[in-house]
């Protein structure tokens, strides 16, 4: 079982620099940053990676419909030649509010998207020349992108059966948000797994992601995580995953509890199938301070 950190990104850069050189240097095993409407991931984590050295650095996630699969390879194998093959792609679909509302996209048939999607990413990472023309997508590449650098494991943020499937046959695994553990045990782990084997891969990977709190002050760090992450309670494809896991809200599947509690609730993702956890810390400065602390004291086998 592997333990990362989401990094808080809405800093100065410099500051970010610093968070995960400690991260790195106390053991934690990778670092996650979002792309939302901030700063671009890959590039944020080219300069963390061309500083720090020995820690993973993944991307949770990059949406896909407003970066050609070209252009998104090409600036991923350019990471992790900055950073010696430190980076993870993780990559998902957004939702449909964002990419209809906000870059004024069709989100018909996204499953389909995906496919064709990765059908051309996946070769690309891999130093492959491409022609592949879908219902969607027409790509003819002249030849490999010439970027001497190893191709990173794609994680696609999966939830539903469908896209569940395509992230075990074309991808290397799955990247979760919001999706308790007992969802994790009965629909992520058995759907994606099912599907590598189908296609003759390797174990998927299954990134599991949730809000972590060390507190003394159970009932009101679930309050706070209800409010703070309130969004994706709303989301169609994060709420189906609160109902499957029988969930109100964000709260009831935030990792809430004082140390001893909280470590437990985390190793235990490993016996559902999860191959690693991300935190993303939240709370009062201390208790931001506490949860960072006991990931670290995870990653390092405590």
């Not at 590449?141 to 896209?163: F, I, K, N, R």
């Not at 992230?167 to 695994?173: F, I, K, V, Y």
């Amino acid at each position: 079982m592997r333990y990362g950190v989401i990094v808080d990104t809405a800093r100065p850069v410099p500051a970010i620099v610093e968070e995960v050189r400690a991260l790195a240097e106390a053991g934690v095993h990778s670092v996650a940053c979002s792309q939302t409407f901030g700063y671009d991931a890959l590039t944020l984590l080219a300069v963390v990676g061309a500083t720090v050295p020995d820690i993973e650095l993944v991307t949770a996630v990059v949406p896909t419909y407003p970066r050609h699969p070209i252009a998104l390879a090409a600036q991923a194998l350019t990471v992790a030649a900055v950073t010696g093959g430190r980076l993870t792609l993780g990559i998902g679909l957004s939702h449909q509010v964002v990419v209809e509302g906000v870059y004024g996209l069709s989100y018909d048939r996204p499953a389909r998207h995906m496919r064709e999607y990765l059908s051309v990413l996946g070769p690309l990472l891999r130093g492959e020349q491409v022609a592949f023309e879908g219902e969607t997508m027409q790509v003819s590449t002249m030849g490999p992108l010439e970027v001497d650098a190893p191709a990173p494991p794609v994680l696609v943020a999966a939830m539903g059966p469908v896209m569940l499937r395509l992230a075990g046959t074309l991808a290397d695994g799955t990247s979760t948000w919001m999706t308790g553990p007992a969802t994790v045990e009965a629909h992520i782990t058995p759907t994606i797994t099912a599907a590598a084997e189908a296609a003759g891969r390797p174990r998927p990977r299954v990134a599991v992601g949730l809000p972590v709190c060390v507190t003394a002050e159970v009932d009101a760090a679930r309050a706070r995580a209800d409010k703070v992450f309130a969004i994706y309670g709303r989301l169609p494809s994060y709420r189906a995953m609160l109902d499957r896991e029988g969930a109100a809200g964000p709260g009831d599947v935030a990792v809430v509890g004082d140390d001893e509690s909280v470590a437990a609730q985390l190793r235990a993702l490993a016996d559902v199938g999860a191959t690693e956890c991300t935190a993303a810390p939240f709370g009062t400065p201390e208790e931001r301070a506490r949860t960072v602390a006991l990931v670290t004291d995870l990653a390092g086998g405590g």
